[in-house]
Nanobody, 122 residues
Framework: QVQLVESGGGLVQAGGSLRLSCAASGRTFSNYAMGWFRQAPGKEREFVAAISRGNSLYYLDSVKGRFTISRDNAKNTVYLQMNSLKPEDTAVYSC????????????????WGQGTQVTVSS
């Protein structure tokens, strides 16, 4: 089973960009589909993006055209490039790994990172 560590969060002004990284340990990274989720204070965890083992991409409607998920299996890393950030994107962002193809459901992910804070100021 992999372990996941996120990095790249921070404080950015509205309209700015951040790139989140999620580094995985272990040799089985390529066997997993990977997802990014976020959770704002007082709100439920929300699906943001996912990339399948075959590199199919899935996005929350409100981030389409602004966020891009990608993976580098040679580096055991998944990325989330976030452009044109808005204050409503403020949340703790977590990456997760799953063998399932129900990518939008947090319950199917069996490995989670610790999360990284993204704060977008207006």
């Amino acid at each position: 089973q992999v372990q996941l560590v996120e990095s790249g969060g921070g404080l950015v002004q509205a309209g700015g960009s951040l790139r989140l990284s999620c580094a995985a340990s272990g040799r089985t990274f390529s066997n997993y589909a990977m997802g990014w989720f976020r959770q704002a204070p007082g709100k439920e965890r929300e699906f943001v993006a996912a990339i399948s083992r075959g590199n199919s991409l899935y996005y929350l409607d409100s981030v389409k055209g602004r966020f891009t998920i990608s993976r580098d299996n040679a580096k055991n890393t998944v990325y989330l490039q976030m452009n044109s950030l808005k204050p409503e994107d403020t949340a703790v962002y977590s990456c997760a790994a799953t063998y399932s193809d129900a990518y939008r459901l947090p319950a199917v992910y069996n490995v989670w990172g610790q999360g990284t804070q993204v704060t977008v100021s207006s």
